[in-house]
């Protein structure tokens, strides 16, 4: 009796098993066809059909769909590479200003622009249709257009302080001759005081003036050796300066090219966060239209 | 040596009479042959014998012994005669003339579009048929002229120096007049005399590398013209060579990049292309303040190269 319902239990177990596997087989056969004829979209689906579902099914399905892409999970590169090619395209039109480097198989660095030193922006993800920009950068062109907004820019306050910086030591070594006369005077000034025999209650008003005297001579010897080791710290500064102009010139360029293409920043990010649907939808668009011919 | 002495002792004054004047002939013989060149030199209409006429009176020794002529033209008189010469012939010597022809041994000749500005040539140290052309105030050697060998480079760092840093403030459209009546004088002696020009900063024709004196160049030149590009409105490109090309005006594109860049000696320079094929590397410097300034700013490592030998 017992071993009775056992063998229904096992042969039903192998119809399920059989049935799976089969599911299985299918499954890849599908993906392996879908590679063969360039159906992107369907890979898509394949590999995350709850995804697919989600945000481009027409009706609502609350039903979960059995994902097997586990089974070719270990080939994420060479299908990331397979969908690359048509997705490069597709953002080549789209986001005119991204340029893309594959530096290892399926996995392609972002570059914002092909202006001398552009900027590497982040990585391109096709499996899941995604931008991945590299925080510092991306922060750094957000602010940019954050602070546009009040007519301002990024570099603008350490720019300011490094051309005043300049414009203080230049001063400092234009007034060198100025100086120079002044310790003169501070030198005779100090010899006749030293000359003086002061009655004993004028003592102290004479000590008072060769410390002042002293003190002014410091300082002015001072302010000497910051003109004198100026130079290389105006270079320096200059350098500084073309760096952060540089990245302004780099983040304004940015900026027009988002605002040419999207109109403006918030757009470009809503667009970032539809990817996905978007370029899946421009998929099923380009399948029907060839379907039609 | 007693036979020899007299020998001599027995020269009658006959004897002494013909050699003398065999030698005055001989000084007024070549004093004619002299005079036949000079006449070639200023009346002939054909180039060629413009061109011989000249190289044969470069040099030319006048004074013998028994004959001296107190006024003469000297070498350099003779390469700006005969420059003009060419110009007159050539039909483009308008806005070229000798400025002072009533002056003998030192001539000087002046471009109406430049004003008072005058030059002149100067005779080379190292070679007595090579000369130099420039303006007389700082003699800056703006050409090599070799009528001997058919030679004519120019020198592309005085050139800019001159047209471009000494001239600032003159009307763009007047030097570039005074550049072209030069570059057609060279151009007709490329075509019609078989000379070897070097044109350099003036060669105009697409994809001529401009060559940099400090042969690499430090990335932060290359930043700075990125930004002073932005600044006016171009965007620096890069280029797949790993240099960088601005898009300019007219469809004028320069490219600068490293044209050894295989090599381990890096060679950077830059190139310009335009459909008329008329803009140089002088022009771009007139043409957009913000490329000469760039190239002022670090004229140390953007020099153009000119023949090292000659103007060295």
Request: hydrophobic share 35%; proline share 2%.
């Amino acid at each position: 009796m017992e071993r009775q319902m056992e063998t229904d239990q096992f042969s039903q177990n192998d119809t399920l098993l059989s049935s799976a596997l089969n599911e299985k087989m299918q499954y890849l056969n599908d993906l392996n066809d879908s590679v063969k004829n360039g159906d992107d979209l369907q890979i898509y689906q394949l590999m995350d059909p709850n995804r697919y579902a989600n945000e481009l099914a027409t009706e609502e399905t609350e039903e979960s769909q059995t994902d097997h892409f586990g089974l070719a999970s270990d080939l994420t590169a060479q299908l990331s590479h397979h969908l690359s090619n048509k997705l490069i395209d597709y953002l080549g039109a789209t986001y005119p200003f991204f340029y893309y480097h594959e530096y290892e198989l399926g996995k392609f660095h972002i570059y914002f622009g092909n202006w001398w030193d552009h900027r590497m922006f982040g990585e391109l993800d096709p499996i899941n249709v995604r931008f991945n920009f590299d925080d510092n950068e991306y922060q750094m062109l957000s602010k940019s257009f954050q602070l546009e907004a009040e007519n301002r820019r990024v570099n603008d306050d350490t720019m300011q302080k490094l051309g005043d910086e300049n414009e203080r030591i230049t001063k400092l070594i234009g007034e060198q001759d100025q100086r120079d006369k002044r310790k003169e005077e501070i030198r005779e000034q100090l010899k006749e005081n030293q000359e003086k025999s002061p009655m004993p209650w004028e003592a102290g008003k004479v000590k008072e003036e060769r410390q002042r005297l002293n003190d002014e001579m410091l300082k002015l010897t001072q302010i000497d050796e910051e003109a004198t080791g100026g130079r290389p710290t105006i270079k320096e500064n200059e350098n500084k300066i073309l760096a952060l102009s540089k990245e302004e010139t780099i983040l304004s360029l940015e900026k027009q090219n988002i605002r040419a293409t999207f109109g403006s920043f918030d757009a470009f990010i809503e667009n970032n966060n539809n990817l996905y649907t978007k370029y899946l939808q421009s998929l099923s668009k380009e399948s029907q239209v060839s379907d039609g011919e | 040596m007693v036979s020899n002495e007299t020998e001599e002792k027995t020269i009658t004054t006959n004897e002494l009479l013909a050699n003398y004047s065999d030698s005055v002939q001989n000084g007024l013989d070549n004093g004619s042959k002299y005079l036949q060149a000079f006449h070639t030199l200023s009346e002939t209409t054909d180039g060629q014998s413009l061109l011989s006429a000249a190289v044969s009176l470069t040099n030319f020794k006048l004074n013998s012994d028994f004959v001296t002529f107190p006024h003469q033209f000297s070498d350099e008189d003779v390469q700006l005669i005969f420059f003009e010469r060419l110009l007159s012939l050539s039909g483009i010597e308008n806005n070229f003339r000798i400025s002072n022809p009533q002056r003998v041994q030192k001539l000087l000749c002046k471009f109406d579009s430049l004003g008072d500005q005058t030059f002149t040539f100067t005779k080379s140290t190292k070679n007595s048929d090579g000369f130099f052309f420039g303006p007389t105030l700082n003699n800056r050697p703006l050409f090599y002229l070799n009528l001997k060998n058919k030679e004519l480079m120019f020198h592309g760092a005085s050139l800019i120096e001159y047209f471009v840093v000494d001239l600032d403030g003159l009307e763009i459209d007047a030097i570039k007049n005074a550049l072209e009546l030069l570059t057609k004088a060279a151009a007709i002696l490329k075509e019609n005399f078989g000379f070897k020009i070097d044109f350099n900063v003036l060669d105009g024709v697409n994809g001529e590398f401009y060559q940099f004196a400090a042969g690499t160049l430090s990335e932060d030149v290359m930043d700075e013209l990125f930004v002073k590009s932005a600044e006016n409105h171009f965007v620096l490109m890069a280029e797949d060579n790993g240099g960088a090309s601005l898009t300019l005006g007219n469809g004028t594109k320069m490219t600068v990049y490293d044209a050894n860049q295989n090599g381990n000696r890096p060679k950077w320079g830059a190139t310009i292309r335009d459909d008329q094929q008329n803009e140089n590397w002088l022009y771009l410097l007139l043409d957009y303040p913000f490329i000469k300034k760039w190239y002022l700013n670090n004229q140390k490592q953007l020099e153009i190269l000119s023949n090292q030998f000659i103007f060295g």
